[in-house]
């Protein structure tokens, strides 16, 4: 989910001869699958070893919605940072760091949910989040694909994406703050947005990223589909609370 889609400092990839372009494309999703494997792996060890469940009640202990809303803070400005150091003119260093950052920041925001999704009662068995990782795998193949067959730029469509992601923004500060849910549809809708952002962030990888924007490209990807992977285990879990 592209935060910033400006100031990009180098030779823009569609200008780039074809082995440069193809260079960068391949360390792009290299980079992405070290991200979401980074992820999957320190989440597995939080979730087995129960670190995570305690690590959650320190931070949510007595803090209630507020501690809710301190951490999506703490995601927000955190994830900017994150972004500000993934696309740094100086330093490769800082990009991973900031690549780094990003995916702790997912990995703390994701072990509630995570936690309910794995060891509540009503969810025992279903591996839910195991379901959710699969579809949302599936969705990004094809969404990829078809961006990379079609050859278009879709950055138009920016603007529409972050008015958005602001108003869901917007809604679910309001939701925590309230103590109301968002509901069935609101993940639903979320699910296209975020399916938005990964065509988005798919044609800027093609057509406006320098070519030494790797490390920023995949952390981009990577937001995106952590969002999508976010609200279709939503979806998983309310179908099955349901059931």
């Excluded at 760091?97 to 925001?109: D, Q």
Aim: glycine share 10%; aromatic share 12%.
């Amino acid at each position: 989910m592209s935060y910033l889609v400006d100031g990009y400092h180098s030779e823009p990839v569609a200008a780039a001869p074809p082995n440069v372009r193809l260079a960068f494309i391949r360390r792009t999703y290299a980079h992405l699958t070290g991200a979401i494997l980074a992820f999957v792996g320190i989440e597995a060890v939080l979730l087995e070893s129960g670190l995570g469940r305690d690590i959650v009640r320190s931070v949510f202990m007595g803090g209630g919605n507020m501690a809710w809303l301190g951490l999506m803070v703490l995601f927000v400005v955190g994830g900017l940072a994150a972004q500000a150091m993934a696309r740094s003119r100086q330093s490769i260093g800082l990009q991973y760091a900031g690549l780094t950052l990003y995916v702790l920041l997912e990995v703390v925001i994701f072990l509630p949910i995570l936690i309910v999704a794995t060891q509540a009662p009503q969810y025992a068995g279903k591996a839910l989040p195991l379901q959710a990782g699969i579809v949302t795998l599936a969705a990004f193949a094809g969404l990829t694909a078809a961006v990379f067959l079609s050859g278009k730029d879709f950055s138009f469509l920016g603007p529409i994406l972050w008015v958005g992601a602001l108003l869901a923004l917007g809604l679910v500060i309001a939701a925590v703050i309230g103590g109301f849910s968002l509901g069935l549809v609101f993940a639903v809708a979320m699910v296209a947005l975020a399916c938005g952002f990964i065509i988005y962030d798919t044609s800027n990888i093609i057509h406006h990223y320098g070519t030494d924007q790797h490390v920023s490209a995949s952390l981009q990807l990577f937001a995106s589909v952590a969002l999508l992977f976010w609200y279709v285990l939503r979806i998983f879990m309310s179908v099955s609370n349901d059931d």
